[in-house]
Nanobody, 118 residues
Framework: VQLQASGGGLVQSGGSLRLSCTAS????????LGWYRQAPGKQRELVAS???????NYAGSLEERFTISRDNTKNTVLLQMTSLMPEDTAVYYC?????????????WGMGTQVTVSS
């Protein structure tokens, strides 16, 4: 599975961005999908995830501003981000996970930079 993220960029505080991640090589309808981010000098952290059954999970209070969704017909996971703040500045990575009998199968995209100016 190859994951290609896009949609990052430079936005002013209070603005919005929509990140998109498209998978190729395999249908990911059965995969749990997620977005992580890593700010300079910090560890990578979960932003949001969505299961194959479309159950969502968000880190902290991000659910108030971010929305994760998936379109299995397009093999895509989306992250709509609103009311962006400078502390949201990070490289955002998409992630796909499948639980196999032999263990976990994890894939990561290359990341897309999100920069929020104050």
């Amino acid at each position: 599975v190859q994951l290609q993220a896009s949609g990052g960029g430079l936005v002013q505080s209070g603005g919005s961005l929509r990140l998109s991640c498209t998978a190729s090589g395999r249908n990911i309808a059965i995969y749990s999908l997620g977005w992580y981010r890593q700010a300079p000098g910090k560890q990578r952290e979960l932003v949001a995830s969505i299961t194959s059954g479309r159950t969502t999970n968000y880190a902290g209070s991000l659910e108030e501003r971010f929305t994760i969704s998936r379109d299995n017909t397009k093999n895509t996971v989306l992250l709509q981000m609103t009311s962006l703040m400078p502390e949201d500045t990070a490289v955002y990575y998409c992630h796909a996970r499948n639980l196999l009998q032999t263990g976990l199968e994890d894939y990561w995209g290359m990341g897309t930079q999100v920069t929020v100016s104050s």
